[in-house]
């Protein structure tokens, strides 16, 4: 049989073909990321008309002076920025107690480790849904259950009031992230030399003082790294909140993210909505850039 005299087929290299895979993935998300912006920011300059039907016109600054006039926008700037702080210091606080257990030798530490996940492995709509049942304020609820049973309350509490609706949301938040926190600071302390810490005990040092002066400086990369994911997904989530308060009682704890989903899904403002969108993309990176640039100077006085 004779052989072709044609051009040599060219084969790809593994990276040619590895791009040429990614390539359709990168335009999808590119496309479902940034047109939507690109359109939410368009619409944010313009005023919506409902008759005789939906249309909308160029109004310039007029929704973002509107968001600012509004009492509800700075509502929802008071309690995001309370449910974002008590949902990174939980988050952390919990986060790091798992880790120092799990980093300890002990039996089964394997099936702990897998179990530990599992609460980050659950989305933010079913954690709602299971906080809700905790938080149940019948005799019912998992909490007033066990409190009844050991006899430390006569009557069922309201777990859910109006002072402690932020509280109740971040908790159930952080019970969701501490196990990312714990696996970050995990794989942290595996890397911490042990002769540090032997050579510390015969110094005298006691266990506070290892944990100050040895443990605390590692982790500060990965205390930044928490602190930025817990802040960005706090300050988008809607879920818990949705699920567990609804944004009640009244609008005690409702995020500036709940606050724009009823301005616009359910007041049907989308202009204006879409103007508030764009003050939380801006607090959020306000945020982010913040915190960043703390943990960077408090690095540097660490050396």
Do not use: C
């Not at 509107?66 to 986060?95: C, H, M, Y």
């Not at 492995?121 to 259950?145: P, Q």
């Not at 109006?162 to 501490?178: K, Q, R, T």
């Amino acid at each position: 049989m004779a052989r072709s005299r044609g051009r040599p087929s060219k084969i790809l290299s593994d990276e040619a073909f590895a791009l040429l895979l990614i390539i359709p993935l990168i335009v999808a998300s590119l496309a479902l990321t940034i047109f939507p912006l690109i359109f939410s920011l368009w619409l944010s300059f313009q005023e919506q008309y409902l008759r005789p039907e939906l249309h909308f016109g160029f109004a310039g600054l007029l929704q973002y002076a509107n968001v600012l006039q509004d009492p509800l926008f700075w509502k929802g700037i008071i309690v995001t920025f309370r449910f974002v702080v008590e949902s990174v210091l939980l988050s952390a606080l919990i986060g790091l107690g798992v880790a120092l257990t799990l980093n300890q030798p002990f039996k089964g530490r394997g099936a702990v480790r897998a179990l530990v996940l599992l609460p980050w492995a659950v989305s933010e709509f079913a954690t709602g849904i299971i906080w809700s049942y905790l938080y149940r304020g019948s005799a019912f609820g998992l909490f007033n259950a066990i409190l009844l049973s050991l006899r430390l309350i006569s009557n069922p509490i309201t777990w859910i009031s109006e002072g402690f609706a932020v509280e109740a949301i971040s908790l159930a938040f952080a019970w969701h992230m501490a196990p990312l926190a714990a696996f970050f600071f995990l794989a942290n302390l595996q890397f911490i030399p042990k002769d540090i810490y032997r050579q510390a005990r015969i110094d005298g040092a006691n266990a506070f003082r290892r944990f100050r002066s040895i443990t605390l400086p590692y982790l500060r990369y990965s205390l930044m790294i928490i602190a930025v994911l817990t802040m960005v997904y706090a300050s988008k989530t809607i879920d818990i909140v949705l699920t567990l308060t609804g944004g009640g009682p009244g609008f005690e704890s409702s995020t500036l993210t709940n606050i724009v989903y009823v301005r616009t899904f359910k007041e049907l403002k989308f202009a204006y909505g879409a103007a508030m969108s764009w003050f939380l993309i801006v607090i959020v990176m306000a945020l982010v850039t913040s915190t960043f640039v703390i943990m960077m100077r408090v690095g540097r006085k660490a050396r």
